[in-house]
């Protein structure tokens, strides 16, 4: 097999996208937002909208309440430290009685075109009442700080803890040497290919709403629509083919889509949004905005004794469906990493302010838990005058000890950390850096290393109660595959085909998958969280071993012989000992719908813990300030891999996209709530070739949790990265004598470090 099996469609512009989808009679809407980041609505007048050219209604924030809409779930899987349940700051599918940050959804504008539609904003007057903002979290929390919701005082939605506190205190109270780091995760803005776009549309007759939209998943979408619209989730039905790009941020449901289908419902017409790039950086969920501390008890021998995490995030003016949990199950399932650490223990207090809402975003908590654990270890390692790698080798989990029980509770089934590490460091040449440090000084540059040794958990289970399959056998003898997980660039099509294939025996060019079609109700986890392999591929693998075992009876009717005689091999059953055999997709054509099977019953996947070793080398010019990578290793355990050329271009993906939040990225407010990065001239994307020299290979420890042995892959790259490089930052830093420094390394920010 050459490439991928979807990439001749894409590449040749045969996909269709969700602003491709037309529907006969559809209707144009357009959204107003607001321009403001903190102000009561006072007063709307629509009178003069209404008689814009082609416009046929405008709908409100008040209608929509009036209408029985109910505002978008949110997640809460952690309580307050003091047993009580994560405060409420609710977002509705248009901002009523007051607008939270710039970009926040205020008016759904109707017309017979998108450029009418547009035209009509123009005409709307809304009279506001502004009120202070706040746009950091300390802000936030500050005494007589304006209070954003009234169901969380003190703008506070969390205080919540994790670990063992008092194990971490004693551990402490005997250290020979405390380490102490404070750092800054920066804010992002995840920006796909495709700008979000969605079409509702209502079938009276069945009713049945349909939503078209940029998605990574049926699940979670639909089920968090069915409770803004008030109906069960068998009445939604979400539907896409291609997805532009996820990351997280395509995870959620938005305001815009419950407006959309209830308008839909009103016209009784179809009604088709597009959205822009400069919506994407308004309307789309943002992600990090982290203040951390870490702390780090050491004994006289460099030994790890116990760690302390503080977390304070910016949860943004509203709290959205996976905003919590990557801002405290990401932040505590793994919090010793590969360390051979008991005693662990994490805050973390999730804020409200003014600006957009974070939530997941690729890695989801992980990169973040990463970040402050690795930088940590880094500077310990310095304190101690050790060499990092020498350091971690001191205290990591030995492989002897698996599986290996984390003080937060989870277990890590598997893995070899030491021998990950050895492997990378053997590739980045990790003994002779001296010397190419020395070359680079001839040369006028700051040479600099860094590395770190990540772990992170895959998501166990998921939200749905099973990953169901449905197999279909076509005529031709080729098999489609249906769910309801999402492709957004993961390669689904081609990973799933070859699980199938090596069970059935077909080429994977005979095996095609469907996901997401209109007239399928299909449940299945959604794409998120690195577990679509070992989650929905395992259920591919099992669903196509009941196929073989159905087929075995049919198989010994067709050839006349017992059961028990026949055997199967590479897509052929045959009577044992002799040449009589019928293969699998004849036998398949010859019964139609005989071997169909609608797989729901799938044993549940536990988590996997993917972990690597990152090392990176940085070259910093002190007259500007500029820096570049000028090598990097990646050695990852991601267990048994199905597809080498996809995992290797999600380690390329989420390293560069690491590097992008290191180097180039970073989401700024004014201290009026206005977005100073609101476009590509002033939020830089990472781009091909940020990552010199990079080297990806891989170390597999197999997990026995799931049949394919698989671990995640998708978010290694960006969680593996971003200390790694920032360690290697800092590293060409010191040696010019700065000592602290936070992300973005921009070349202005580098050159104003240098000078001070």
Request: overall charge negative; hydrophobic content about 40%; proline content about 5%.
């Amino acid at each position: 097999m050459k490439g991928r099996l979807e990439d001749d469609r894409m590449l040749t512009g045969r996909g269709r996208y969700v602003s491709d989808w037309n529907l006969p009679g559809q209707a144009y809407g357009h959204f107003l937002r607001s321009d403001r980041a903190h102000a009561k609505i006072v007063a709307i007048d629509k009178e003069e909208a209404l008689k814009s050219r082609g416009v046929i209604a405008v709908i409100t924030g008040g209608e929509l309440v009036q209408a029985g809409l109910k505002p978008i779930p949110a997640a809460a899987p952690f309580k307050w430290k003091d047993g009580s349940e994560q405060r409420l700051a609710q977002r509705l599918s248009l901002a009523h009685e007051v607008v939270r940050h710039v970009g926040d959804d205020q008016r759904h504008r109707l017309a017979e075109t998108a450029a009418q539609a547009q035209d009509a904003a123009e005409a709307l007057a809304v009279d506001f009442e502004d009120l202070p903002a706040v746009t950091t979290a300390e802000q936030a929390m500050a005494p007589g700080a304006p209070q954003l919701h009234p169901g969380a005082p003190g703008n506070l939605v969390l205080d919540f803890v994790g670990g063992d506190e008092a194990a971490t205190n004693a551990a402490f109270a005997k250290a020979a040497k405390v380490v102490k780091l404070t750092a800054y995760h920066s804010r992002v803005i995840g920006n796909p290919m495709e700008p979000r776009a969605a079409m509702g549309s209502y079938d009276p007759a069945r009713e049945l709403y349909f939503l078209h939209a940029t998605t990574q998943g049926v699940g979670p979408m639909r089920g968090q629509l069915s409770a803004v619209l008030g109906v069960p989730p068998e009445k939604v039905r979400v539907v896409a083919e291609e997805v532009g790009g996820g990351f997280g941020v395509r995870f959620n449901a938005y305001p815009e889509y419950g407006a959309l289908l209830y308008a839909a419902k009103k016209l009784g017409r179809p009604v088709k949004w597009v959205g822009t790039r400069s919506e994407v950086f308004l309307g789309d969920e943002q992600a990090r905005d982290i203040v951390h501390t870490g702390e780090m008890a050491l004994d006289a021998n460099g030994r790890i004794l116990g760690m302390r995490f503080d977390y304070l995030s910016n949860m943004g003016a509203y709290v959205v469906f996976t905003g919590t949990v990557v801002n405290t199950l990401g932040l505590v399932n793994v919090n010793c990493g590969v360390y051979d650490v008991q005693a662990v223990h994490v805050r973390g207090r999730l804020a409200l302010t003014n600006t957009i809402p974070t939530a997941a975003y690729r890695g989801a908590g992980r990169p973040v838990a990463s970040y402050s654990l690795e930088r940590l270890v880094d500077e310990a390692a310095r304190e101690l005058g050790m060499d990092p790698a020498e350091f971690r080798r001191r205290n990591m989990i030995p492989a002897a000890k698996m599986p290996y029980k984390l003080v937060g509770g989870f277990e890590y089934d598997s893995g070899d950390f030491e021998r990950v590490m050895n492997k990378a460091l053997d590739a980045a040449r990790w003994s002779s850096f001296s010397q190419r440090r020395e070359e680079a000084r001839k040369r006028g540059r700051l040479r600099g290393r860094g590395m770190a040794t990540y772990i992170e958990m895959t998501a166990p289970g998921g939200f749905a109660p099973h990953d169901q399959v449905l197999i279909n056998w076509e005529a031709d003898g080729s098999v489609t595959l249906r769910t309801a997980s999402h492709n957004h660039g993961q390669g689904h099509e081609t990973t799933f085909a070859q699980i199938v294939s090596r069970v059935l025996g077909l080429p994977v060019e005979r095996i095609r998958l469907r996901t997401s079609e209109p007239e399928y109700n299909l449940v299945a986890n959604p794409t998120g969280g690195s577990r679509t392999l070992h989650g929905l591929g395992s259920a591919m693998h099992w669903a196509s071993q009941e196929i073989v075992k159905n087929g075995m009876n049919l198989a010994a009717d067709h050839l006349e012989s017992a059961v028990q005689d026949i055997e199967f091999e590479l897509g052929t059953y045959r009577i044992k000992g002799t040449d009589r055999k019928v293969r699998i997709d004849e036998l398949a054509k010859t019964y139609p719908g005989s071997l169909d099977l609608d797989f729901t019953g799938r044993p549940k996947v536990g988590a996997t813990f993917p972990n690597g070793c990152h090392i990176a080398e940085v070259e910093i010019d002190p007259e500007t300030g500029e820096c570049e990578i000028v090598a990097y290793v990646a050695c990852d355990d991601v267990g048994n891999i199905i597809n080498h050329q996809i995992v290797e271009g999600q380690m390329q993906g989420g390293i560069t996209q690491g590097a992008g939040h290191i180097f180039l990225e970073q989401g700024v407010y004014d201290s009026a709530g206005q977005l100073l990065t609101g476009s590509f001239m002033d939020y830089a994307m990472p781009r091909a070739g940020l990552v010199g020299g990079l080297t990806v290979t891989d170390h597999a420890v197999p997990t026995a949790t799931n049949p394919l042995g698989a671990k995640g892959v998708g978010e290694g790259g960006v969680t593996g990265s971003m200390p790694a490089l920032m360690n290697a930052v800092m590293d060409a830093l010191r040696s010019a004598g700065v000592g602290h420094f936070d992300m973005p390394a921009t070349p202005r920010r580098i050159w104003q470090a240098l000078r001070e």
